[in-house]
């Protein structure tokens, strides 16, 4: 089998579980000279990202069109190697990447007729619970209550809500509405379901206020917390870990192994999250997520775009041990 054409495909599509805001992602279609097809994904967010990627990857094509996917590992060192000066901490160059080993792997496992988490190794989980990631959508906490149990009602084991999000919730601004929020959360999921916070970009807490925040949360059980402090602050998350029960999760910012061991020699990190249509695709995500279990963290997939980075993320998920949980949106594209 040879790779005969490379696609790159940016979309813009209305994300219903984000107030139906636009999204931009470059897909990428790699075509093998016996018709089957392997398919790729980078969540580039922005409309000019994806063009940008869409660029790189044809330029990336040259290295990888009249090569055999089966030799996926290889391609991935090429496209590194290739991207040696403008991709060394990430950026573009990873998006590109991202959506082009994600589609290898892809038209890996239909070459050889088995899936790509059999390639990874195989599943060393049976099961993993499923948590809905999404945003509140009312602005009364008895009705965001009644909302997160329509969500666990189809088999979901736990609710990672948005703060400084889109819509009237108004989470994230107010401590004793925050406090108010968490304790009803509890309170009508129960204690057997997982609940998280993830802090939106629109809020960064200080470290005084995160603090505050989080001692009033521990009574109420909550599982992690999720860039309160931003995507590095690693004197800040000391304090706060010092100072809560709760797990610290941050990460989803990374782009490359180089970004992610960075933060675990920090030490202030529980919960590593990496998003495989940024972070280098699936073989970035299962390379970090060997370095998480080396320091006995748990990593979690931020897949929050296409079913593509959805499969991918499962794949990894299943095949990792560091892997505790899996999160899906509720609402369907």
């Excluded at 107030?19 to 931009?24: E, G, L, S």
């Excluded at 400084?164 to 204690?191: C, N, Q, S, T, W």
Aim: charged share 25%; hydrophobic share 40%; net charge negative.
């Amino acid at each position: 089998m040879k790779i005969v054409a490379i696609e790159p495909i940016p979309v813009t599509y209305p994300e219903p579980n984000d107030f139906n805001a636009y999204r931009h992602l470059c897909l990428v279609k790699v075509t093998a000279d016996d018709g089957q097809v392997g398919w790729g994904e980078s969540i580039t967010m922005w409309p000019e990202a994806s063009m940008a990627t869409a660029a790189v990857i044809n330029g990336l094509a040259e290295l990888i069109i009249g090569k055999d996917p089966v030799s996926n590992d290889a391609l991935y060192r090429a496209m590194k190697n290739h991207t040696w000066w403008y991709g060394y901490e990430g950026g573009i160059a990873s998006y590109a990447i991202s959506a082009l080993d994600i589609a290898l792997w892809d038209l890996k496992g239909k070459a050889l007729g088995t899936s790509v988490t059999k390639l990874l190794g195989g599943p060393v989980h049976d099961r993993l619970p499923a948590i809905a990631s999404c945003h509140a959508h009312f602005a009364e906490i008895p009705a965001m209550c009644e909302e997160a149990l329509e969500w666990l009602s189809t088999g979901l084991q736990g609710v990672k809500t948005g703060f400084g999000k889109r819509g009237e919730a108004h989470l994230g601004y107010e401590h004793d509405r925050d406090v108010e929020y968490v304790r009803a959360m509890r309170e009508a999921i129960g204690p057997d379901n997982l609940l998280m916070i993830d802090m939106g970009i629109k809020i960064r807490w200080d470290v005084t206020t995160a603090v505050r925040r989080c001692e009033a949360f521990d009574e109420y059980d909550l599982n992690w917390i999720e860039e309160p402090l931003g995507a590095w602050d690693p004197e800040g998350y000391r304090t706060l870990r010092d100072k809560t029960s709760t797990l610290i999760a941050y990460g989803e910012r990374e782009w490359t192994l180089r970004g992610f061991e960075r933060l675990l020699e920090t030490g202030t990190v529980d919960v590593i999250g990496c998003d495989p249509g940024r972070a280098e695709g699936i073989t970035g995500f299962k390379k970090m997520s060997e370095r998480v279990e080396y320091y006995r963290r748990q990593a979690n997939a931020h897949a929050w775009s296409s079913a593509i980075v959805s499969a991918a993320s499962l794949a990894v998920s299943f095949s990792s041990s560091a892997c505790t949980l899996f999160e899906f949106k509720p609402l369907r594209n």
